[in-house]
């Protein structure tokens, strides 16, 4: 069974995802800011593991900060873990904090 679409229903529902995502980068800069730490937060859009490495390369880091969910191993295995993948595919350092 498939359901018709509003297109403006989409549009609206992708207008206040954009906000949120707007207010989430503002809050993460904030914190950065607050800590002292020199930063960026930026945002990309495809596969995280992959967009996070190319990300880095494209900025030149010197450095991957990136939380854990803390999947089981289960559910690590079959859905994969973002950190781990960024772990063994960055070429600068990888700190994996706990979330």
């Known amino acids: 069974n498939w ?9 609206m529902a992708y207008k206040e995802e954009e906000e949120k995502a707007k207010v989430a980068i503002k809050k993460l800069d904030a914190i ?15 596969i995280p593991g992959e967009q996070i490495i190319q990300k880095s390369e494209e900025l030149g ?18 859905l994969g873990s973002v950190s781990d993948y960024v772990v063994h595919h960055s070429s600068v350092p990888v700190i994996v904090c706990r979330h």
Do not use: W
């Not at 359901?3 to 549009?11: C, G």
């Open 3 to 11: 359901m018709p679409v509003d297109p403006t229903m989409v549009h």
């Open 32 to 46: 950065l800011m607050d800590a002292g730490v020199q930063g960026n937060v930026v945002r990309a859009h495809g």
């Open 61 to 78: 880091v010197t450095m991957i900060i990136i939380a854990s969910r803390g999947l089981g191993k289960i559910r690590r295995t079959i």
